[in-house]
């Protein structure tokens, strides 16, 4: 089985500060990784996303993602957030790059200026 | 490129009703899944169809249904909607390396 953690139902960060989101999970074999975005009444947006090679991964909006296998985790950052950034933020992992996604419960973004 | 389709955007039904909502994949996506997202919760996994078959469930009573047509779209079938059925039903495609969400539909159980 696997599954995924987001341990902050919510962050709060001042625009120009770094911001991170944090997430662990499990998962039998390599894991896929992926984070989303939704904001209010919209669907899912990708951000970024592991697979292999290097732990450093950057996506879409200025955002990273560092994997971590000893420590099973896959945080979000951002080097300087923008209140645009005030979103719902989803971890999700999956065993198969096209398979079942397992998310988490989600942390609510807030950027304030 | 058109990205995954889903419609209807907004329904509301009656208690004890079905429905059938549906989803278009993205061109060249031949798998397509289907997702719950309950309010203030993260997505959950309903099933995922290739090839027409449903190759595999999460943990969801029988009265989720779907299919897939030889074109690969899909639909999702609800019978006897409950409401705690209400929530945003999300359908993403994809193919060995792509996964696509499309931006939903909303249910509404009354």
């Known amino acids: 089985a696997q599954s995924v953690a987001q341990p902050e139902d919510q962050v709060n960060v001042a625009e120009g500060n770094p911001l991170t989101v944090k997430c662990t999970y499990s998962?039998?074999?390599?894991?896929?990784l992926f984070w989303y975005v939704q904001y209010p009444n919209r669907g899912l947006q990708f951000l970024l996303k592991?697979?292999?090679?290097?732990?450093l991964v950057k996506g879409s909006y200025g955002f990273e993602a560092e994997f971590n296998k000893s420590q099973t985790s896959f945080h979000l950052k951002k080097p300087s957030a923008l209140v645009s950034d005030s979103a719902l933020y989803f971890c999700?992992?999956?065993?198969?790059?096209?398979?079942?996604?397992?998310f988490g419960d989600g942390t609510t973004l807030t950027v304030k200026p | 490129d058109a990205g995954v389709t889903q419609s209807p955007t907004h329904l509301i039904k009656t208690r004890g009703q079905q429905v059938t909502l549906r989803c278009s994949p993205k061109?060249?996506?031949?798998?397509v899944s289907w997702y719950q997202q309950a309010l203030g919760q993260g997505p959950q996994f309903i099933f995922q169809?290739?090839?027409?078959?449903?190759?595999q469930r999460g943990n969801f009573p029988d009265r989720f249904s779907g299919h897939q047509f030889p074109n690969y779209s899909s639909e999702l079938n609800v019978n006897a909607l409950l409401l705690g059925d209400s929530a945003l039903y999300l359908c993403?495609?994809?193919?060995?390396?792509?996964?696509?969400f499309g931006s939903g539909t909303r249910l509404t159980v009354v």
């Open positions: 993403a495609s994809s193919l060995r390396h792509g996964y696509t």
């Open positions: 998962v039998s074999g390599n894991p896929y």
């Open positions: 592991y697979i292999t090679g290097d732990n």
């Open positions: 999700a992992v999956r065993d198969t790059n096209a398979g079942k996604s397992t």
């Open positions: 061109s060249g996506h031949d798998t």
């Open positions: 169809y290739y090839e027409e078959e449903e190759r």
